[in-house]
């Protein structure tokens, strides 16, 4: 059990909704990051959150967003969904937020698009 | 800007027997690396890190990684498979001081063999 909690963990929706993914990190880290995993494009970087900031942005799209709140959970929030956002959805943790921290992975959201 | 590269999408051992999984990677600093194990349905896994200490790191469950600075390489190593071993693994590469963002490798499949 990496401590990093996920929920959902599965998630069925139709195309032009928007669905709310939330993560809950390893007790005492700080930051939390947002992965995509899906077979065309593998495994990319979404976004990263710093005690409540914004860190860093990979390839997240527009239509995505993300928080992180005061009690360091974080939610990643998908609009406007298309058949090519099915992919699963993993949340990480750190204590800090330098690169030579191991992150700490949740077991993912998986989210379907019909 | 870094990048990575595993050379072998899928490799196929026999239990007992050694398990290589083949890791370059491109970076204009010394690196964070890092191997993780993804196995079905759970999210990713720390094996071991390297973090410009000694340049072979030893992980969890028996694996080891050699930093090779002059091949810009970091193979991952086992001297004996075990069935347990099958999964998805990924070279990861960060920077080690700025933001946590990881640039991930396509993965390996690993299959064990009876």
């Known amino acids: 059990d990496s401590g990093v909690t996920q929920t959902p963990k599965h998630l069925i929706t139709a195309t032009g909704q928007r669905v709310t993914l939330r993560c809950s990190p390893r007790?005492?880290?700080?930051?939390v990051y947002w992965y995509q995993q899906s077979l065309d494009q593998g495994l990319q970087f979404l976004i990263q959150y710093y005690n409540g900031e914004e860190r860093a942005k990979g390839n997240i799209l527009e239509r995505f967003s993300a928080q992180q709140f005061p009690d360091l959970h974080s939610e990643l929030n998908l609009s406007s969904l298309e058949l090519g956002d099915s992919a699963l959805y993993f949340c990480?943790?750190?204590?800090?937020?330098?690169?030579?921290?191991?992150?700490?992975f949740g077991d993912g959201t998986r989210l379907s698009i019909l | 800007a870094q990048s990575v590269t595993q050379l072998d999408s899928h490799v196929s051992v026999s239990e007992g027997t050694p398990v290589l999984l083949r890791c370059n990677y491109s970076s204009s600093y010394s690196p964070s690396l890092f191997w993780y194990v993804q196995h079905p349905n759970k999210g990713l896994q720390l094996l071991l890190k390297?973090?410009?200490?000694?340049?072979l790191v030893k992980g969890i469950n028996g694996f080891e990684a050699e930093f090779k600075k002059s091949e810009t390489s970091f193979h991952l190593t086992k001297p004996s498979a075990h069935m347990s071993d099958a999964a998805e693994y990924f070279c990861?590469?960060?920077?080690?001081?700025?933001?946590?963002?990881?640039?991930f490798g396509q993965g390996t499949t690993l299959q064990v063999k009876p």
């Open positions: 007790s005492g880290d700080l930051s």
């Open positions: 990861v590469v960060a920077h080690p001081a700025n933001t946590g963002k990881l640039i």
């Open positions: 390297y973090t410009s200490a000694a340049t």
């Open positions: 990480a943790s750190s204590p800090l937020e330098r690169g030579d921290q191991p992150q700490h």
